[in-house]
Structure formats: structure tokens, C-alpha cells
């Protein structure tokens, strides 16, 4: 099992590099780095690679819309170049939100798309001439929708590997099967282990029967926050506005992918409840209402015995990757801790 972490949004980033490179020394195998609608993330993956020499980078997530599927290539095989080849390129949907909002794209046929975009980019980084026909991108574009002088292309660099292994962020049953079936890896957010079976056991069997053999075993990324110590549960406190803003308010009231997610954990009056008050600019009163027992179910918060006990929690349920975000000043101690654990 790998311990990897993921960068906030927020912050400083050359500060948050000289901090990878304690985490790595303590023995963090893989960091992500987030960009949603703040610093983009390839800059900050870049800078790492300099800093430092073990830990994989991966980007968590670069969405499909803003960013051509060449330029997507481009920036997986520039990365794995300068890291000698640690590169992960952490892809997703994203949501109507970012897209239209942000980003003023229409947020239009997202499987698809992912379908297109993971093909496209293993074509390129193959270092095979460019000729893709699919349901959202033709490349070359045809001539009747352009000038007509686009011709087939093909990667000048030679990549540091033929393959940057692709993880998809998905929640949803159909992008879950895609992921099974296309990507090397899966990104699940707000992840309870006691919960994934009922909840993406059938859609990760649908994408597995269809799995390439060429592909190796599914590696599945997910944890939450770490606290050790036998009088910190008040530290999950701390979640409430994270959790508030992504069940409230990341999406409309009809589409938030968040809030279905935790309905379906068994929360449904209480998301309902959160997303009104969240949408109403009440924000302190939707905080207040995120469960516990679903701040609980979705993190690593305990004694060092409950802790263990969750981290075989998370492995019994299909994890590979532990995601953790310690919650300490002496954050490389506790890595290095569960790098012990997990030994």
C-alpha cells in the first residue's frame, strides 16, 4: 500500500515544495497537486520535480475541457521528462460549475470525452502520427471545419516512458466502470471504505470484464484526514466548511455529484439540508449540519489502535494508495509512522 498526499488549493507553492521534500524523506511515495479554478498545477508539478528525487507527481486533476488532449500529452510527457519519469496525470470532468463558470466551456458529452482524451494521449505519448476519429475530437481536424491544411503529427521528443500512467477523478457510476475499464488509476473523493461496495462494487466489475489485459491492476487512491492520539476528535471539526462547500455548494441544487454521493451513503435528509443553507449564503448553519458520523466514516481520526484499524478499513475495501492529510506540526513524523504501519 502507498502513502500519498494532495497539496491544497490555498498556499504558498514554493513553500508547499520545501515541505514535499521532507514528506518524501520521511517516505511519501506519491503527492498530487490540485488546481480547480487557483494556480494551475503543471507550474507547481515542475517545480517539484526539481526539488525532489522518489516521490511521484501527479496532477489531481487537470479537467478535459480546458485543455486539448495534445496540450493534456504535451504536458504528461514535459513532466515525466523533467521528474525521470514519476509523472501521473491525474484527469477528471470536473464539474458544470468550474467548466461553464470558470472556464467558459460548455460541459458536454464528459464520457465521451474522457473516452477520447485517454486515447489520444496514449497515441501521442506512443510517439504514433496523430490520426484519431472519435465522438468529440477528430484530429487532424477535417477539412471542412478548418482551413483543410492540418496534416498528421506526431510527438518530436522522445518521452522518457511510452505511457504516463492515467488516473480518472469519478463518483458517478458510469465515469467509476470508465475508470475500471480505461484508466490505470481511480480518484474517488469523500471515500468511506464500509460504504464503496454498495456504492461502486458493480460499476468497477462492468469496467474490469471490459479492462485491457495490457492494463495492469486498478490502483485505487483514497483516505482523508489523519489525527493520531487518544483525545482528537475535535480536529474533524476542521472538515466542516470542506465538506460543507462541496455537498453545498459545488454544483447546482440539481446537479451536485457530492451531495448525491452522500445521499447515498444514507444521508439524504441531512445533504438536502446542507446544500439549503449552503445555497441560501447560511454557510456556518450548513457546517454545522454535516454528520459526524460521515466525517468519521470518511477519515483516519483516533487512537494509533482505531487509526490501524481504519488503514486495514481502507485496504480490505480495494485501497492502494492511503491519501492522508495529517493534522500536526511534525507532519513528516507522521508520515513516517504510517509508512511503518502500512509496512
Same mark, same amino acid.
Given at each position: ?71 493534456? %500529452?504535451?504536458? /504528461? =510527457? #514535459?513532466?515525466?521528462?523533467? +521528474?525521470?519519469?514519476?509523472?501521473? $496525470?491525474?484527469?477528471?470532468?470536473? @464539474? ?105 462494487? %458493480?460499476?468497477? /466489475? =462492468? #469496467?474490469?470484464?471490459?479492462? +485491457?489485459?495490457?492494463?495492469?491492476? $486498478?490502483?485505487?487512491?483514497?483516505? @482523508? ?105 511534525? %507532519? ?12
Amino acid at each position: 500500500m502507498k502513502l500519498s498526499m494532495t497539496l491544497p488549493y490555498a498556499g504558498n507553492p514554493r513553500t508547499a515544495a520545501d515541505q514535499v521534500k521532507e514528506l518524501e524523506s520521511a517516505g511519501l511515495d506519491t503527492v498530487w497537486v490540485a488546481e480547480g479554478y487557483g494556480f494551475d498545477s503543471p507550474t507547481l508539478m515542475g517545480y517539484l520535480a526539481a526539488k525532489t528525487s522518489t516521490v511521484e507527481i501527479g496532477s489531481a486533476i487537470l479537467n478535459i475541457y480546458s485543455r486539448s488532449p495534445s496540450a493534456l %500529452a504535451q504536458t /504528461a =510527457a #514535459g513532466l515525466d521528462n523533467v +521528474s525521470g519519469g514519476r509523472a501521473l $496525470l491525474g484527469l477528471g470532468s470536473s @464539474g458544470p460549475q468550474v467548466i461553464e463558470g470558470w472556464h467558459g466551456l460548455p460541459y458536454a458529452k464528459p464520457l465521451a470525452r474522457t473516452r477520447d482524451v485517454i486515447a489520444i494521449v496514449r497515441s501521442i505519448l506512443r510517439r504514433e502520427t496523430l490520426q484519431f476519429s472519435g465522438e468529440v475530437f477528430d484530429v487532424p481536424l477535417p477539412s471542412h471545419s478548418g482551413r483543410g491544411l492540418g496534416k498528421p503529427l506526431k510527438l518530436i521528443n522522445q518521452p522518457e516512458r511510452s505511457a504516463v500512467p492515467i488516473f480518472l477523478a469519478a463518483l458517478g457510476e458510469k465515469n467509476v466502470q470508465l475508470a475500471a475499464e480505461l484508466a490505470d488509476g481511480w480518484l474517488p473523493f469523500l471515500y468511506a471504505p464500509e460504504r464503496a461496495a454498495d456504492q461502486w462494487g %458493480a460499476a468497477l /466489475a =462492468a #469496467g474490469s470484464a471490459s479492462r +485491457s489485459s495490457d492494463l495492469g491492476p $486498478l490502483r485505487i487512491v483514497a483516505g @482523508g484526514m489523519v489525527a493520531i492520539g487518544d483525545d482528537v476528535g475535535d480536529v474533524l471539526d476542521r472538515l466542516r466548511p470542506t465538506y460543507a462547500l462541496y455537498i453545498g455548494g459545488m454544483g447546482a441544487r440539481s446537479q451536485n455529484f457530492y451531495a448525491q454521493l452522500v445521499s447515498r451513503y444514507g444521508f439524504e435528509a441531512e445533504a438536502a439540508t446542507i446544500q439549503k443553507l449552503y445555497l441560501e449564503g447560511r454557510k456556518r448553519d450548513a457546517e454545522a449540519a454535516v454528520p459526524r458520523a460521515l466525517l468519521e466514516m470518511c477519515n483516519l481520526v483516533g487512537s494509533a489502535t482505531q487509526v490501524k484499524e481504519r488503514i486495514v478499513n481502507f485496504r480490505d475495501s480495494g485501497v492502494t494508495d492511503l491519501q492522508v492529510d495529517p493534522v500536526t506540526e511534525d %507532519a513528516p513524523a507522521v508520515v513516517a509512522q504510517l509508512k511503518e504501519w502500512l509496512a
